[in-house]
């Protein structure tokens, strides 16, 4: 069964990926997760970052996984989750797994660029086919801004 | 023949003119009426008027956009609001008379017959045109003292320029004109990307340029981006740049009133050795991934400029395009200097140097998106393969 809209492949992500576990946080960590996220370099559908505590305010990278999900256009979608490598540690490219056989076939493309390709069902059952190393952001500026976005809304909420 | 660099100037013509004085890179602006006021452009000095070319922007005569309402002489001014059923009888002459006399008092270096914007095909394209401008314009030149050189301003469309009936009869209507010594030519492409990856368009726009320089007229080539590398082939005798994109792609709708206001683009750096701008966000993936990417941002004061770590990239600063006119005149410059088939040879190899750039940034994972990337340079190549195939420059 594939996904009817882009927003149910979001939802689904959202409620199904285990993105503390990635981004190898402890229990008590803050986890900023946020969709659409404006004013960085394109639009991430969603963006996850470890939020640092009082004491780790002063990590110089902080640990992020943004995430394009399509429904198809891998090509596209590969575009798009490369733009968000420029403020985040990981990138991931997450698509409909009843369509991603081209992609997969394209495996070598997502592991030359360092980017994350994961297939997910309707049933919230997902794949990795492509896990990318951890590699800091391209942009320093770009990551000033996204820490910016992350202290100003986590100040807000305290 | 060698051709000139021209500026075409928006509202932002005072960098055109600094770049022109302090880096030499062209030899005149294009003045467009609608970004700078008539008294402006009668304080411009002298040496910069004899140089440039004004566009009257006549496009939408019903349509005072911005500095347009300054001239007395556009049309809905002249005649109290245009309407095209009267136009041609009652006011015609009036603003022809009026453009005319501004373009010879400021000394242009050409004088602009405006041309009516008109999408499509249409088949009363000619007849229009003669009755708005073409014909007063001809007299009012006519009656003016001296020998002054008349350009037709011409736009021309995607599907105008595809079908080759209709760019026949066109030819046929410009080359019978008499008292026209050349077109000032403007070519809107329909696609929606930054740069025109229609190798059919880029052939046919080649082609008619052609055609023109060889009945011996002038041809101003207006509104171009970095295509105007590729468009020297057809032997125009000026191409232009600008500082914004709406000085490098001919939009109608930029000269509608209901043009809404659009967020100002991420800035873009010129790589000439890419034939491609490409988005600062992108720059330290290139300077990181790529074996000796940092060689592929060109040298120069304004690079040096950027690249200090308390430079503010925006894309309203004039480094940019300051930048951009220094890379992109150098490389036209050395064109110019060639003819024929050397020129092509040389342009052929400009844009596989690119294509080799690309290759080498895809190699090492640089994914870029379809406005950075050189997904262009194939539609180019295959047109100026395919003209100078018709040249005869292939073997």
């Known amino acids: 069964m594939s996904f009817a809209s882009e927003q149910q492949l979001v939802d689904r992500a959202i409620e199904h990926l285990p993105i503390r576990q990635w981004l190898k946080m402890p229990d008590d960590a803050t986890l900023f997760q946020r969709t659409e996220v404006q004013g960085l370099f394109g639009v991430p559908d969603l963006l996850a970052v470890h939020a640092p505590s009082e004491q780790m305010k002063r990590r110089r ?11 198809s256009d891998w090509r596209r979608g590969l575009a798009q989750a490369f733009r968000y490598r420029s403020f985040a540690t990981f990138s991931f490219l997450v698509l409909d797994n009843t369509r991603a056989k081209s992609a997969v076939a394209n495996t070598d493309r997502f592991k030359r660029a360092n980017i994350g390709l994961i297939g997910i069902n309707v049933d919230g ?6 896990w ?24 807000a909420a305290n | 023949m060698k051709f000139d660099i021209y500026h075409q100037a928006g509202f932002r013509y005072q960098w055109n003119i600094q770049s022109i004085n302090d880096d030499g890179t062209g030899d005149g602006i294009i003045i467009g009426a609608r970004s700078v006021e008539k ?25 005072p956009k911005g500095q347009l309402a300054t001239y007395d002489f556009f049309p809905h001014l002249a005649s109290d609001g245009f309407s095209s059923s009267d136009y041609a009888d009652e006011s015609a002459g009036i603003s022809a008379s009026g ?33 708005l401008f073409v014909v007063p314009f001809l007299e009012a030149i006519a009656s003016q003292d001296g020998d002054h050189s008349a350009l037709l301003q011409l736009v021309v469309t995607d599907n105008m320029l595809k079908d080759d009936e209709y760019t026949a ?36 726009l080649l082609r008619f340029t052609l055609a023109l320089r060889q009945n011996d007229m002038v041809v101003v080539l207006g509104y171009l981006n970095t295509e105007a590398v590729l468009l020297s082939l057809s032997d125009p005798s000026v191409v232009t740049m600008g500082v914004y994109e709406n ?29 491609q701008w490409i988005d600062r966000n992108y720059h330290g993936a290139i300077e990181r991934r790529l074996p000796g990417g940092k060689e592929l941002f060109d040298q120069n004061k304004y690079q040096a400029i950027m690249f200090r770590p308390s430079f503010k990239w925006h894309f309203s600063k004039p480094e940019l395009y300051k930048h951009h006119f220094v890379e992109l005149s150098r490389q036209l410059r050395q064109i110019s200097e060639l003819e024929g088939r050397a020129r092509f040879k ?50």
């Open chain 2, 346 to 395: 040389h342009v052929k190899a400009i844009i596989e140097a690119a294509m080799k750039n690309f290759k080498k940034m895809d190699e090492s994972g640089i994914v870029l998106d379809q406005d950075n990337d050189g997904s262009h340079l194939a539609a180019w190549m295959t047109a100026g393969n395919e003209f100078a195939k018709d040249q005869g420059w292939q073997n």
């Open chain 2, 169 to 204: 009869d066109l030819l046929n209507w410009i080359t019978g004109l008499e008292g026209v010594a050349g077109v000032y030519l403007i070519a809107e492409h329909n696609g929606s990307s930054k740069q025109i990856k229609d190798a059919d368009f880029l052939y046919r």
């Open chain 1, 61 to 71: 990278i902080l640990p992020s996984i943004a995430f394009e999900m399509k429904l």
């Open chain 2, 99 to 131: 453009c005319v006399a501004f373009q010879v008092q400021n000394r242009f270096r050409h004088v602009v017959i405006p041309t009516r914007y008109m999408a499509g095909m249409p088949g009363d394209f000619i007849k229009t045109q003669n009755s």
């Open chain 2, 39 to 63: 008294d402006k452009v009668e304080q411009l000095p002298l040496k910069v008027r004899k140089k440039a070319i004004f566009d009257p922007q006549f496009f939408l005569p019903a349509v």
């Open chain 2, 247 to 275: 000085t490098r792609a001919f939009k109608i709708r930029t000269f509608e009133d209901n043009d809404t206001k659009q967020r100002g683009p991420s800035p873009r750096l010129y790589m000439a050795r890419c034939l």
């Open chain 1, 125 to 130: 059952s997902f794949e990795v086919y492509v």
């Open chain 1, 132 to 155: 990318p190393e951890k590699e800091s952001p391209f942009s320093a500026r770009l990551h000033a801004a996204l820490a910016e976005i992350v202290r100003n809304e986590t100040d």
